[in-house]
């Protein structure tokens, strides 16, 4: 579904994403894991067509969307989320899911009855006509989703869609995620919350420093000892005992 | 008629404003017959489409141009060279002027719509000021008057009117026409595309928006209105200069007029015309003899008032105070409720 070849970003002379290469095949949930600046963001956006890629290419069903703009991924069927919700502040919750159903249909009565649909399935069915400003950092996450979804993506890109959750808000956003997948989404996850993306990943791709390390099933990418130690130094015996970070 | 419901968000409040504005723009001319009324009510008529034009921009699409007087003078100009120098109509030039803004809008967007907020303002205001100045300019290399006068030959297709009322029904079919559109575009999918723009430009692209082509609409349309206007005041006045029409006042009073009416609906423009062009001109006759200067004075500060009172214009201000009034009977219901219990 998703094939991305060789990617390589640069900024300057810093190097974000060095020469990674994923694929994605229909159907599957994906997790994109890795410390704090290792290239996550910046791959996610050079996907979602936010940045050019320096060098690579990157395929979405069979055609090269890199280079392209985010409307135009958009309309292929490869929709994106944001990690800090971006709402239309001026507009209820039904008109801002209906912004994304306008991409099938110019009609409002057709783009209103998705919009009410995928509201429904985000639960956000009883906020529909209320203002967005209205609505908790939870349900900003999806409206967010919502708004994706309703442009009838084939495949969805999250960025953090767990951060600022409870507990019990990132289990209700967990089904909601299995929930799509059931219905025949595919989803790549960029996401912090470890715990999280191992119940949920058929397949887990680790970054660091730019290169992906590891790309795997969860439980084998967990045993990784890269992996490991990209998260958490390397391990005691080894003679350095450095404290690399406090993700996991 | 199903489809319009289809395509256009219908309420039931519009047949309201729609029988106000057509009693306003038709019915108004028959019934005053004191020219010095008239002269205000083609005024009005006038600049309400304008701001309404300017308002699909600035508003609906919150793109704040401050450049506006250019498509304005470049409508006034246009029509009145084609007329004095080649005898083209006026209702051509007016479709001739608003292609000539068109164009320019297409130059100016390249490089405005790249930038933001305070930094588009910026960018339009040069715009306008720059097409002045060229205007001015170019005199060294044309042979061309300073201002341009319109032979007083009344006749339909001229578009020279003996009676003002004539004037006061071609300006209230500009009004209905611009107000027609700007309704037609904000109940449509196009005013959702152009308020999700105003709110989050990300947002809107991640959601499938191609944003330059909806920017480029909605500027579009608003240059053709505008110039067309600056037609129809050139026609009216029958005396043009580049001082007058592409005066930067026209970049700000378009503005402010949306901004007092309600900026970004469709009805703020024409009620925030209504309510400032008389205004400066009850103003200016009761200090303009006394203090010269003095209106301009109490018109700011009035206006100052009224922006920081009512911060969304008219119609916001109408809206909170009805939320308001519901509020506060629902509450009062609590409280009974609460007393009922003790």
Redesign the interface.
């Known amino acids: 579904m998703l094939q991305i070849d060789n990617v390589t970003k640069r900024f300057g002379g810093l190097v974000a994403v060095d020469a990674v290469s994923l694929t994605v095949n229909e159907g599957e949930i994906i997790g994109l894991i890795g410390p704090n600046g290792a290239g996550k963001t910046t791959l996610y956006n050079v996907i ?1 067509g936010t940045f050019p890629a320096t060098q690579g290419s990157i395929h979405f069903r069979g055609q090269r969307i890199d280079g392209k ?4 991924t ?2 292929l069927g490869l ?4 990690q800090i919700p ?6 209820t919750v039904g ?2 899911i ?3 159903a ?2 099938r249909s ?6 209103r009855r998705r919009a009410e649909e995928v509201a429904e399935a985000v639960g956000l069915g009883h906020r529909f006509d209320l203002p967005t400003t209205s609505l908790t950092t939870a349900e900003r996450k999806r409206l967010e989703v919502a ?2 979804l ?2 009838d993506p084939g495949m969805i890109l999250l960025d953090e869609v767990m951060a600022g959750l409870n507990h019990t808000e990132v289990q209700l956003m967990l089904d909601l995620v299995s929930s799509l997948r059931d219905g025949g989404l595919t989803v790549l996850f960029v996401e912090h919350n470890l715990s999280a993306v191992m119940q949920i990943c058929d397949r887990i791709a680790v970054l660091d420093h730019g290169a992906k390390i590891a790309d795997g099933l969860p439980t084998e990418v967990m045993e990784n000892r890269e992996v490991i130690t990209a998260y958490l130094g390397a391990p005691a015996e080894d003679g350095e005992n450095q404290a690399g970070g406090d993700h996991a | 008629m199903n489809w319009l419901s289809d395509y256009f968000d219908i309420r039931r409040t519009d047949a309201i404003w729609t029988v106000l504005l057509l009693a306003m723009t038709l019915g108004l001319p028959l019934f005053i017959s004191n020219n010095y009324y008239l002269n205000v009510l083609v005024l009005v008529f006038l600049y309400a489409g304008m701001a309404s034009a300017w308002n699909i921009l600035g508003g609906m699409a919150g793109q704040f141009s401050l450049g506006h007087t250019a498509f304005f003078g470049t409508g006034a100009y246009t029509s009145t060279l084609l007329y004095n120098y080649l005898g083209v109509s006026p209702w051509l030039g007016l479709i001739a002027g608003g292609i000539v803004s068109m164009f320019f809008a297409v130059i100016i967007a390249y490089p405005a719509f790249r930038m933001r907020g305070v930094f588009f303002a910026m960018a339009t205001l040069a715009f306008g000021e720059a097409i002045r100045i060229l205007l001015i300019y170019s005199r060294k290399f044309v042979d061309m008057p300073y201002g341009l006068s319109i032979n007083w030959e009344p006749g339909f297709s001229r578009m020279i009117f003996e009676e003002r009322s004539s004037y006061a029904f071609l300006t209230g079919g500009f009004l209905l026409i611009v107000t027609l559109v700007a309704y037609g575009l904000s109940r449509s999918y196009i005013g959702t595309y152009l308020r999700a723009i105003r709110d989050s430009e990300e947002a809107a692209v991640a959601a499938g928006v191609p944003m330059r082509r909806y920017k480029m609409i909605a500027l579009l349309i608003s240059a053709f209105f505008t110039s067309a206007g600056g037609t129809i005041l050139a026609q009216y006045v029958l005396y043009i200069e580049p001082t007058s029409v592409f005066s930067i006042n026209y970049s700000i009073d378009l503005p402010l007029m949306s901004l007092i009416g309600g900026i970004g609906t469709v009805a703020g423009p024409i009620l925030g015309a209504v309510i400032a062009l008389p205004l400066r001109d009850v103003l200016l006759e009761l200090f303009g003899g006394a203090a010269a200067g003095m209106h301009l004075v109490i018109y700011g500060v009035l206006l100052m008032v009224i922006v920081i009172i009512l911060p969304d214009g008219l119609i916001g201000g109408v809206k909170s105070l009805l939320r308001r009034l519901q509020r506060g009977q629902t509450s009062g219901n609590r409280t009974t409720d609460k007393r009922g219990r003790k």
Do not use: H, I, K
């Not at chain 1, 929709?79 to 944001?82: C, G, L, M, N, W």
């Open positions: 979602a703009r985010a409307d135009e958009c309309m929709a994106r989320t944001f971006q709402v239309f502040g001026s507009m008109d801002s209906m912004v994304g306008f991409l110019r009609s409002r009565r057709v783009a708004r994706t309703a442009t």
